[in-house]
């Protein structure tokens, strides 16, 4: 007994050593206002950390919408989990007037399972293409190379398209973003919508 207890402190020991020995890095955060018609109604913050090998991205919205007949409450949150540069695991949270709703995308071995139940939107699927670049990274980094962006509340793609410099267009289903960036920053998002756009604009 002895001596299992001197090997049980000795291991312990060595994972506390190698779990100090992780890098940490400081985490990047962006901040931005939601604007409707000139008025200002949430707002939105994406945060990116690595720690070791493990890359944690966040982005969270809080928006409160009351025009005349038009209210809308959501508050959502996306969680991307990435390992060398893959998506292993995107949870998204969101609580609405319309209730609570998910979404899931998993990495399985060779696959993802994909669970997407969102207001008026429901998608199960499986993806076999590794995912390298998502909605939440046209936060940090303009997508020069890149030609569509997996949307972690959908579940599946926008197609990106170049309009200007600096300026990017995102489509999915008859749905059209604007991403607006200067000095590789993003500045500006115009979320194209029937009644009103909603802007969201670079807090410095």
């Avoid at 002895?2 to 955060?29: D, F, G, M, N």
């Avoid at 009351?66 to 949150?77: G, K, P, R, W």
């Avoid at 390992?83 to 695991?89: A, V």
């Avoid at 995308?105 to 994909?114: F, G, L, M, P, V």
């Amino acid at each position: 007994m002895k001596y299992v207890a001197t090997w049980l402190l000795v291991c312990a020991l060595l994972l506390e050593t190698k779990a100090q020995t992780r890098p940490v890095q400081s985490p990047e955060i962006r901040r931005y206002a939601i604007e409707v018609a000139g008025l200002r109604v949430g707002t939105m913050t994406a945060t990116r950390q690595r720690v070791g090998q493990e890359v944690v991205s966040t982005l969270t919205s809080d928006v409160q919408v009351n025009f005349l007949l038009y209210h809308l409450t959501v508050y959502y949150q996306v969680v991307n989990h990435v390992w060398s540069g893959q998506l292993r695991l995107s949870t998204v949270t969101a609580h609405t007037n319309q209730g609570d709703f998910s979404s899931r995308t998993e990495w399985k071995h060779d696959h993802y399972n994909i669970i997407a139940d969102q207001y008026k939107h429901k998608y199960h699927a499986t993806e076999k293409q590794p995912i390298t670049y998502t909605v939440t990274d046209l936060f940090f980094e303009e997508p020069k190379k890149h030609s569509s962006a997996f949307a972690e509340y959908f579940g599946d793609y926008f197609t990106l398209s170049s309009s200007g410099p600096a300026v990017y267009r995102a489509f999915r289903d008859g749905r059209e973003d604007e991403y607006r960036y200067a000095d590789g920053q993003l500045i500006t998002i115009i979320k194209k919508n029937p009644l009103k756009n909603f802007v969201i604009r670079f807090l410095p």
